[in-house]
């Protein structure tokens, strides 16, 4: 008896252990539940034409924004804390950005519906804007891949190289290799960037393989030649551990600029604007002076697309009536058939000739300049550079856009490139036009 009822009683505690744990597991699962939904009840939902843009969210006046997201299925539903907010909904620098005031009180859904306009169609005139230099978690940036996607989409851009430090690449290569990103309008291509400290950091692009950074330096370069790669000099100036003293395809002494007959390209724009970039850029106009033909990249290096956004600032190349490729984007790379930007577009050619391009005339032929511009933010000024200095000036620029021809007489062998300013430190840089005089 005493045997019978002990067994019962044994079974019967875990039957009650089990029972409580149930019903709290039960209650926890519902408390969770009740409460996850409060969460995502949105309160606000934007529902935005063309279907991937970037949403910047700003506190009634407060300075810097308050939240910032990435929409890629056309709409994003969002719960934000009671308030009158700024939202500001953007698409690169084709697209018309748009603003709207919300206040936001409980238990009230706001709806916000736009339809983004397309002011200028870049890939009409056969322009395709890009990122040669941005980070995963595969490396040292914050976001997964597919985050770094959508990013790129919402801001507008055709094409991507992604390029991780050294064995980074591994995942980023088999992410690739995994998930097929491409469109006609937007692709995803792959680079490394080798990260050295006896050479400083360059970045291999479009290569098919990985190179490895702890090689000697000839056979580094020998592997990104065998992989097809640009090698693009990244960074130059911002200090020893990260290129400048240790960089090879840099160097720097006494303010003479050497070049290095492997490189293929110069980093003259990385990020937010700022002295090291102008003193690349100085840099660059010396080799050029030089007599060497080498393109210059704008790139965002991004490393968290919430701060800074893939594409800000972007490159432009011009493919013309080819169609986006890896191949393509690599030729009108090498060719410098480029302009760089973080605001205004740019049509800039000489008796016909565009970026990249050599024109032939004779001693005292006139050429002539012939400048287009166009921006969703007012512009400022215009420079075209000859051989290094100002040789054109025209500081009376106002509104969103510009046109002007100008025409001289050719006196001798040059290159000319056209730099713009605008608002909030807007600018665009063209890559160079050569004119060869007989
Ligand atoms: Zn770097
Ligand atoms: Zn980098």
Redesign the pocket.
């Known amino acids: 008896m005493k045997k019978e009822r002990n067994k019962k009683f044994r079974l019967l505690i875990p039957l009650i252990i089990a029972s409580v744990l149930f019903l709290s597991l039960t209650a926890l699962a519902q408390t969770g539940k009740i409460q996850e939904a409060t969460e995502l009840s949105p309160n606000l939902i934007v529902t935005v034409t063309p279907a991937e843009a970037r949403v910047d969210i700003y506190e009634y006046d407060q300075r810097g924004i308050f939240k910032r997201e990435f929409v890629d299925n056309g709409s994003l539903p969002l719960n934000l804390p009671e308030g009158k907010y700024r939202i500001v909904i953007l698409r690169g620098y084709e697209y018309q950005p748009y603003q709207e005031e919300v206040e936001i009180k409980e238990e009230e859904i706001k709806k916000i519906n736009v339809n983004l306009k397309h002011l200028y169609n870049m890939n009409k005139l056969g322009w395709y804007s890009g990122d040669a ?3 995963t978690i595969y ?2 940036g914050k976001q997964k891949f597919p985050i770094l996607v959508q990013a790129a989409k919402a801001e507008g851009l055709n094409w991507i190289i992604t ?1 991780e ?1 050294n064995e980074g690449v591994f995942k980023s290569w088999e992410h690739l290799h995994k998930h097929n990103y491409n469109t006609p309008l937007f692709q995803v291509y792959f680079g490394e ?1 080798v ?1 050295t400290f006896h050479s400083g ?1 360059f ?1 291999a692009l479009g290569i098919e393989g990985y190179v490895d950074y702890r090689l000697p330096l000839e056979e580094i370069i020998a592997q990104t030649h065998e992989y097809k790669g640009l090698i693009v000099a ?2 130059p100036f911002s200090g020893p551990l990260l290129g400048d003293l240790s960089s090879y395809f840099w160097q720097v002494e006494n303010g003479y600029a050497k070049f290095q007959p492997d490189l293929d390209g110069v980093e003259v724009w990385n990020g937010d604007w700022n002295w090291e970039n102008e003193e690349t850029l100085k840099y660059y106009f010396h080799l050029l002076n030089q007599g060497y033909k080498f393109f210059a990249l704008a790139n965002t ?1 991004t ?1 968290n697309v919430y701060s800074n956004p893939p594409g800000t600032p972007r490159t432009y190349v011009y493919l013309g009536e080819k169609k986006l490729s890896k191949e393509e984007v690599k030729t009108a790379l090498k060719l410098a058939k480029i302009f760089l930007t973080s605001g205004p577009l740019l049509q800039f050619d000489i008796n016909g000739k565009t970026p990249g391009e050599t024109l032939k005339v004779k001693l005292k032929e006139n050429i002539t300049f012939n400048i287009k511009i166009k921006s969703v933010y007012s512009l400022s000024s215009l420079f075209i550079i000859k051989n290094g200095f100002v040789f054109y000036y025209n500081g009376k620029l106002t509104g969103k856009g510009h046109m002007e021809t100008v025409s001289f007489p050719a006196d001798k062998n040059s290159w000319y490139l056209l730099r713009v300013l605008g608002e909030n430190g807007t600018q665009a840089i063209t890559n160079p036009i050569w004119i060869k005089v007989d």
Do not use: F
């Open positions: 230099h941005m980070h490396s040292d390029t430090h960037e990260t950091h970045n990244n960074h290096d490393h």
